[in-house]
């Protein structure tokens, strides 16, 4: 099994001072990753040329591949505050790939390296939640050789690696009726990269009442959205796929979960799909 790794890093070739640039560092970070997976990850950066715009070249090769590893270098030297930050770029890639890899299962396809003296609580939402990353010196990289081997072969350890999906439209829209009733219909597109690989699509979603507690998820399902116009009610239907039967598709409602005695629920809408290897379906 090859799995692809998105580097993301610094490309800043001059030195800090008399230590190593950030692109020296991101080379050797690449040979030992190489090394410790025995080849079976496969390296790729944002570097190449590309006849688009960059947002979009770093999004496709995002989504093109297994997880993210982020390298987070002393950039930027804050005066007031005396700390370190990284680089914006490396920051940005990282919150966007995190974006785009939440909703799978397990969620955590970020993964990354700090180097000494970087601030920690400025590494941005993919690392908000207190995750524990392996620190290393620029001087001695080799320090950190033993932290990178064992990273490498818990990642390769991973069961599977579910290339995410691309949400390419959400649209909202709220109707507000005149005795007070409101009605809000919420409409995703997607793109399925591949169909021979995937298998579901989920979205979580939260529904309230701040005045009194709702009815049960059960409930609002059975309740009919013309019959009982003023009772609270939950539907889900599936529109359309392009070049695929609607019939390969389902959708289900899971981990839902009751919050606030009643007053609020959550819960994820899963569409699993059983797809031929035809045509990309949408």
């Known amino acids: 099994m090859s799995l692809r790794m998105f580097f993301s890093h610094s490309y800043a070739d001059e030195p800090m001072g008399a230590e190593v640039s950030d692109a020296k560092v991101a080379k050797e970070f690449r040979e030992m990753i190489r090394e410790f997976s025995n080849s079976q990850i496969e390296v790729v950066t944002a570097r190449d ?28 030297h804050d005066p007031i505050g005396q700390f370190w930050l990284p680089s914006q770029y490396v920051l940005s890639e990282s919150a966007f790939a995190a974006g785009r890899y939440y909703t799978l299962d397990p969620w955590k396809r970020v993964y990354g390296f700090v180097e000494d003296g970087v601030d ?8 908000g939640r207190g995750l524990r990353l392996p620190s290393f010196s620029r001087t001695r990289l080799r320090d950190c050789e033993n932290d990178l081997r064992i990273y490498i072969q818990d990642i390769l350890q991973q069961q599977s690696f579910e290339r995410p999906v691309i949400a390419t439209r959400v649209h909202k829209k709220v ?7 409101v009605e809000i219909k919420s409409k995703y597109g997607f793109l ?14 939260v529904m309230w009442r701040i005045r009194r507690r709702l009815p049960s998820i059960s409930d609002m399902m059975a309740s009919g959205s013309t019959s009982c116009i003023h009772q609270p009610f939950f539907h889900r239907r599936l529109n359309q796929c392009n070049g695929q039967p609607v019939s390969e598709f389902s959708l289900d409602v899971q981990r839902i979960r009751e919050e606030r005695k009643g007053s609020e629920w959550s819960f994820d809408v899963v569409c699993k799909v059983n797809l031929r290897p035809t045509r990309v379906g949408r």
């Open 49 to 76: 040329a590309k006849a688009q715009g960059i947002p979009d070249h770093i999004a496709q090769l995002i989504d093109n591949c297994d997880f993210v590893f982020c390298l987070f270098t002393k950039r930027h």
């Open 120 to 127: 920690r609580s400025q590494l941005g939402i993919a690392f």
């Open 175 to 181: 109707f507000v009726w005149r005795d007070g009733f």
């Open 192 to 205: 399925i990269v591949d169909p021979t690989e995937f298998k579901e699509f989920r979205r979580r979603h």
